[in-house]
């Protein structure tokens, strides 16, 4: 026999009230007393539901513009008193509380307020405070109480009453849990805020919450499990992206389309248009262009084979001659901001490719903080939103950087900070023409990135590859001098780096030996 809780009596304030009347009728017509609050209480009573004000109970009304309402003891009386406790019902009972067997709450929306870029006061006067305070009494006291966060857990719950004349333990303790990781996850938005605002990039705690969009098939590998939680913030990308078309997206999906929509956003609209394919997380062709058709071909030209089965990001929005071009082979997902009707249907031919639209391009210059998990714990840095324009490099060779070279040195360190370490880009007239990612040695990335060219080029049947007279950016410094000798060999002209190695002065004589202009940033860009 189940552990079933009657619900005699429920209290219900919210602040989504979505479908509110239809939970409250039917908890009504259960034969539950309905107590609210405020504007809840007004929206029932006004529905012509029987519903009493928690001031009527309190004996104490409503007061300093809301703020302070449920906090009392004929509340929380009700919620907290262990049914099994013969001491707490006779307490509750000599002090006139009656029991609440039901709590549904939801929090003020500070999530989507400060999303919505509020001032400080707007936000702080968003910040529940008896919400959560019932929503953890009814979860804890779980035993007796059933507790709802959600206005999508509505219907189940309704049905279960109905069907069984109350709430199963089961069920209370899977909503005591959900109610839980709600406050937690509110509470994280509100502490990440106010080290934010407070500019406290390393704070003593630091919380994360999210709300699960999706749960994945599985995870890197069939044998793990995965889910897609979105933190709330405003960012542009995969979290607030509309999926117009195409099979569910996969775990592997939504992690390089993320990064090959942060790569595209480097490269500004306006300016000209642009494209990165991405496999696995790295770049394997980006390229600017007067239009998407043009900068996907290019795109695509520096590796044919490895853009098959890519992700292809846009940053303008997907016209009809680029949907044309990219489902001539195989794609996993198109993301852009936006998309025609005519691009969209074109699309929709490929019934399993995933077309994602977004409303702007993510700011590669804005803050925000990256984690990643380590046993025992997480590591919590700030976004790499470092930006160098021409301004801040340091020619620290005898030959100068001409025009164009200056251009491909600052286009391809844009796509450097994308490629996993050690990276190695090659590129030419504003597109990637080969590109070594994730080695264990710099030396290798650019023999790698070479050999890459070289395939380009004999897929595409071109005489040579388009390393020649190509630039060259390397994430990091070169330790040696074997590593700038391996892009001479490719045909490199000029150099982009941080600098900062011991050896520095000797890779800048192997520069000047052959004849090579070389920049330093001053900044590196590792991607783990």
């Known amino acids: 026999m189940q552990d079933i809780v009657k619900i005699s009596r429920a209290l219900i304030s919210v602040s989504d009230k ?46 300093l513009d809301g703020r302070v309402k449920t906090l009392h003891p004929g509340v929380h009386g009700g919620i907290l008193a262990d049914r099994a406790k013969e001491a707490h019902m006779d307490a509750i009972a000599a002090h006139g509380i009656a029991r609440i067997d039901l ?3 939801n929090l003020y929306p500070f999530e989507q307020t400060i999303a919505g870029g509020a001032d400080f006061r707007k936000a702080i006067e968003n910040i529940d405070i008896g919400g959560p305070a ?11 109480v059933a507790v709802v966060v959600d206005p999508a857990d509505y219907a189940g719950l309704l049905a279960e009453i109905e069907s069984h004349g109350g709430v199963t333990s089961e069920t209370r303790r899977r909503l005591a849990h959900k109610a839980f990781a709600r406050t937690a996850a509110y ?49 542009e990308g995969v979290a607030t992206a509309r999926q117009l078309q195409g099979k569910e997206l996969s775990y592997n999906n939504i992690n390089d389309t993320d990064a090959a929509f942060e790569l595209v956003a480097e490269f500004d609209a306006g300016e000209s248009a642009a494209v990165a394919i991405i496999k696995h997380a790295n770049p394997c062709g980006v390229a600017t262009g007067a239009s998407l058709v043009e900068a996907y071909r290019a795109a ?31 794609t996993e997902v198109i993301i852009a901001p936006g998309a ?25 210059a804005e803050p925000g903080v990256s984690i990643r998990t380590v046993a025992g714990g997480f590591l919590a840095q700030s976004r790499d939103n470092g930006r160098i324009g021409a301004g801040d490099l340091k020619v620290v060779t005898k030959r100068q950087p001409d025009a164009r070279e200056l251009a491909d040195m600052l286009f391809a360190w844009r796509v450097a900070k994308h490629v996993k370490s050690n990276a190695i880009v090659y590129a030419l007239d504003g597109t990637t023409v080969g590109i070594g990612a ?44 074997d590593g700038l000798l391996s892009a001479v060999a490719a045909g490199a002209r000029a150099v982009i780096q941080p600098g900062g190695s011991m050896r520095d002065d000797e890779v800048i004589a192997a520069a000047d030996e052959n004849d090579i202009a070389m920049v330093f940033t001053g900044m590196r860009h590792f991607r783990h």
Request: aromatic share 8%.
């Open 103 to 105: 709590v549904c709450v």
């Open 340 to 364: 025609s009707t005519e691009a969209a249907a074109i699309v929709a031919a490929k019934k399993n490719l995933r077309l994602l639209v977004t409303d702007g391009l993510p700011d590669p």
């Open 300 to 330: 695509y030209d520096c590796d044919r084979t490895s853009a098959f089965g890519g992700i292809v990001a846009l940053n303008r929005p997907l016209d009809a001659e680029a949907a044309k071009a990219i489902t001539e082979i195989f």
């Open 134 to 144: 019932m929503i953890r009494a009814a979860a804890k006291n779980h035993a007796g």
């Open 18 to 63: 979505e479908g509110l009347l239809a939970f409250a009728g039917r908890l009504a017509a259960a034969g539950a007393d309905i107590l609210s609050t405020g504007g809840t209480a007004r929206a029932i009573g006004e529905a012509g539901i029987a519903v009493r004000d928690v001031a009527d109970v309190t004996g104490f009304p409503e007061m």
């Open 438 to 481: 994730g080695q264990m040695s710099r030396v290798d990335s650019a023999r790698i990135a070479a050999r890459k060219a070289d395939d380009a080029a004999e897929a595409a049947g071109w005489a040579a590859p388009r390393t020649k007279g190509c630039v060259v950016a390397s994430d990091a410094f070169f330790p040696f001098a």
């Open 187 to 235: 509470d994280a938005a509100i502490s990440n805020w106010f080290a934010e605002v407070r500019g406290d990039e390393t704070p003593d705690y630091r919380a994360l919450g999210g709300k699960r969009a999706q749960s994945l098939r599985y995870g890197e590998n069939p044998h793990q499990t995965a889910a897609f939680y979105r933190a709330g913030t405003r960012r």
